[in-house]
């Protein structure tokens, strides 16, 4: 069966939408970095389908890096624990961070990660994410440039995923049955 066709997924948000808020994204942060030292760090996995399509429309020679991060606990829900599982492999020393993330859902992996990133003496950090569920926020988080605002619901694709799965969706889809928690 093919994922695309009959998909179990609603479309929230399609891939023009995606596309043409990311072009927008690029142009801005394009404009706002002319004299700084971008490095764009992606947040694993979630991040990687943004951060290839986002740093496209960056006319900059910026650097692009990778952490990752594991903070699920259940299916759906956060456990509120954070933890580094890989870390970048370049000095953000003086440098312009920019934070890649796919979703803002309770704030707490983008607390941690700005805090983290902060003790290695960059010139500034900055987040941006691709989604926002605000319901969700428990930890207020600044983000810089926002994808999208979404409803308090769990989205699969363009990089996000359910249980490992469906992160190669080219649109952004929410189950109309949510799964029972465990
Ligand atoms: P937070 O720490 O609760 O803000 O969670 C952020 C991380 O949880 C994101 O980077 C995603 O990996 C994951 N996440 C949160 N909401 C969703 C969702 O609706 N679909 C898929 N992953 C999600
Ligand atoms: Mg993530």
Do not use: W
Not at 22 to 39: C, F, H, S
């Amino acid at each position: 069966m093919s994922i695309f066709k009959d998909s179990p997924f609603e479309i929230l948000l399609t891939q023009e939408q995606i596309h043409t808020r990311i072009q927008e994204l690029g142009a801005q942060i394009t404009q706002d970095y002319q004299d700084k030292d971008l490095v764009l760090v992606g947040v694993l996995r979630g991040s990687y389908l943004f951060l290839a399509d986002l740093s496209r429309h960056i006319d900059l020679p910026l650097i692009v890096d990778f952490l990752a991060v594991s903070s699920y606990g259940t299916r759906t829900q956060s456990s509120g624990v954070v933890r580094l599982t890989s870390d970048l492999s370049t000095s953000i020393v003086d440098k312009d961070v920019l934070i890649v993330e796919d979703i803002i859902d309770t704030g707490l992996t983008m607390n941690y990660l700005v805090e983290n990133l902060q003790t290695r003496k960059p010139r500034s950090i900055r987040v941006c994410s691709l989604l926002d569920k605000p319901a969700r926020n428990i930890q207020p988080v600044t983000v810089h440039y926002l994808g999208f605002e979404i409803p308090d619901k769990f989205v699969v694709g363009y990089g996000l995923d359910y249980m490992g799965r469906y992160r190669n969706l080219p649109y952004i889809g929410f189950l109309s049955h949510p799964p029972v928690e465990d």
